[in-house]
């Protein structure tokens, strides 16, 4: 980004900031290039005066500078200084001496497919430690990816719109012109409804689109026309190629809790079994770009965290996550009332920007006592088996490890062994598959070290997180796992403790309606209700979890060798 001159009645100061010249100007303020007393190049973003005025704008921008403080440099551009006090409010961040995205796909064209997926990895790597620092950027663009030497750089996030763009207007019909093409269709229904990190990864789709093939996928004559086209057909993917052109589609699905979380497609870019070559190609000659992908990873661990969207951040006991946001409810788009809401927003010349009420903490461990229940043959599993895997080597689950050494996947012996060392819980890759509600899970499992709780996660989705059984020694737990918090619904107590580095045991769970029953070697030991239904996710994790008499900076590990998922229907056998 070139700046400009400053123009007659720009500050030639602000602080200890020497103003040198304009980077740009955006819906909230303008941006200068300015010199601190060390003589190192910032980018200082003033806030509009008419803005510097609202007691409750300078609320806002003061919560929200103070959570983009917390955001990694992992390609982003890093929030160095504030004031939000000062009469004219700024914020300083990273300069990046580098063209848009945007500026170099209309000078010279679509990316090459290396450079394309180098693009790609970057800004999912940044979207990883935004939403893990539980910031949303709201406003993710081609205009805002900066190709810097070294990792392309994310900027404008979390303060792209501090205002809501209904009260001030910050959101005319020029502002329109160059986002809508990346807005997720959630943002032009319901106004009542959170925005979310999901919102940013659609926008993802829609920037490696652009730099792909030098259009948008849902490109219109007019912002009204685009907007239509996100909410009621498709994506035109023609001229993107695989493997991004599947990542791209399943980043543009619909409705938000399809979309995979910034940290799933970041593993998906640089560890999926069909994009090897893409990767290298990718990575090759960057060492900056291989290094931030994995620290990035390796400080949000598993579960990406969502935005919170008050001002209090709060930093939860399981590494890498904050709490709280117990997701959004699944539901589908009323796309007749979402179009005719944006006509009106289009007429009046500004778009509502969603504030979503404050996230809710989900209630922290607790039991209810155990009922008593006559133990019975569990029934067969019900239909087609929709996933059947032996957990011997690299197929529907992947081996990972985790660059410190302390947490992975790995398969050994012909079993799947899950370890940690100083975390509470930790999970492997496993299948996309969106399952059906209700499912016969029967997974065989072995306890290898006291204290380690074999885990079992369904109608799981990233960010949200999901229902949780945990298979200890002496008691399995029933209950699910929200953002940083595990609540416990049934503690079923085992008569005969499993054997610590004994022979398998094999856990049946049957998820029917709002109950789940489980077996131990197809008897019966209970049911259970599930947790709240903002639990909105398909897909089944395995993993270890330490016991809850275990300090979480003990070790762990445990043994699986064999799972079966089974979907509703014809019963069928074992």
């Known amino acids: 980004m070139r700046p400009e001159p400053l123009r007659p009645h720009d500050p030639v100061r602000l602080g200890s900031y020497e103003l040198l010249g304009r980077l740009g100007e955006g819906g909230m303020g303008t941006v200068f290039l300015a010199r601190t007393a060390a003589g190192t190049q910032v980018a200082v973003k003033v806030v509009r005066a008419d803005l510097s005025p609202d007691d409750e704008f300078r609320r806002r921008f003061r919560s929200e500078v103070a959570r983009a403080r917390q955001v990694p440099p992992f390609c982003t551009a890093e929030v160095l200084d504030a004031d939000p006090d000062a009469e004219h409010p700024y914020l300083v961040v990273e300069y990046v001496d580098g063209p848009t995205l945007a500026e170099v796909v209309d000078d010279r064209g679509p990316l090459t497919a290396a450079n394309l997926h180098s693009v790609a990895i970057g800004v999912a790597t940044a979207l990883t430690a935004i939403h893990g620092a539980g910031v949303i950027h709201r406003d993710l663009k081609p205009r805002n990816v900066l190709l810097a030497p070294g990792t392309p750089k994310v900027i404008d996030f979390g303060i792209a719109r501090a205002v809501d763009g209904g009260a001030t207007g ?34 993802w789709g829609g920037v490696v689109m652009y730099a792909g093939t030098g259009r948008t996928p849902f490109g219109g004559d007019s912002p009204l026309a685009t907007a239509g086209r996100i909410l009621t057909q498709e994506p035109d993917l023609s001229g993107l190629a695989d493997p991004l052109r599947e990542l791209v589609s399943y980043a543009l699905s619909k409705d938000p809790v399809d979309r995979p979380s910034a940290r799933e497609l970041l593993d998906m870019l640089v560890a999926g079994p069909s994009r090897p070559a893409a990767t290298a190609a990718a990575l090759a000659g960057q060492p900056d770009l291989r290094v931030a992908a994995s620290q990035a990873q390796s400080v949000t661990g598993l579960l990406t965290a969502p935005a919170v969207e008050e001002p209090t951040v709060q930093v939860s006991a399981v590494p890498g996550l904050v709490e709280p946001d117990p997701g959004t409810p699944r539901r589908r ?56 895997d032996d957990l011997g080597e690299d197929r529907l689950w992947l081996a990972k490890t985790e660059p410190d050494g302390k947490s992975s996947c790995v398969f050994t012996g012909g079993e799947l062994h899950v370890k940690i ?154």
């Open 170 to 203: 910050n959101t005319a019909p020029e502002f329109m012109m160059g986002t809508v093409a990346y807005m997720a269709p959630e943002r032009f229904g319901d106004a009542e409804v959170p925005l979310t990190a999901a919102a940013d990864i659609f926008a």
């Open 333 to 388: 788009w009323f796309l007749p009332a979402a179009i005719a809401l944006l006509v009106l927003a289009v007429i009046a010349g500004t778009m509502m920007i969603v504030f979503g009420p404050p996230a809710q903490h989900v209630a922290g461990p607790g039991e209810t006592p155990p009922a008593s229940a006559s133990p019975t043959v569990a029934p067969l599993p019900a239909g087609p088996a929709l996933i059947t």
């Open 421 to 574: 060392d100083g975390k509470p819980l930790y999970k492997c890759r496993g299948p996309q598959d969106t399952l059906p509600d209700d499912i016969d899970i029967d997974v065989s499992l072995r306890l290898l070290t006291e204290g380690g709780c074999a885990a079992v996660w369904y109608h799981f989705k990233l960010p949200h997180g999901g229902q949780l059984v945990r298979v200890c020694q002496d008691n399995i737990f029933v209950g699910m796992h929200q953002s940083a918090d595990v609540s416990v619904t049934r503690t079923l107590p085992l008569d005969d403790p499993i054997q610590v580095g004994g022979p398998p045991v094999r856990i049946g769970l049957r998820v029917a309606g709002d109950v789940v029953t489980v077996s131990r070697d197809g008897v019966v030991l209970g049911d259970a209700p599930l947790g709240p239904a903002k639990i909105t996710g398909n897909r089944v994790l395995l993993g270890v979890f330490l016991d809850r008499d275990t300090p979480d900076t003990g070790s762990a590990e445990v043994a699986f060798d064999r799972i079966e998922v089974r979907g509703p229907g014809t019963p069928g056998p074992r």
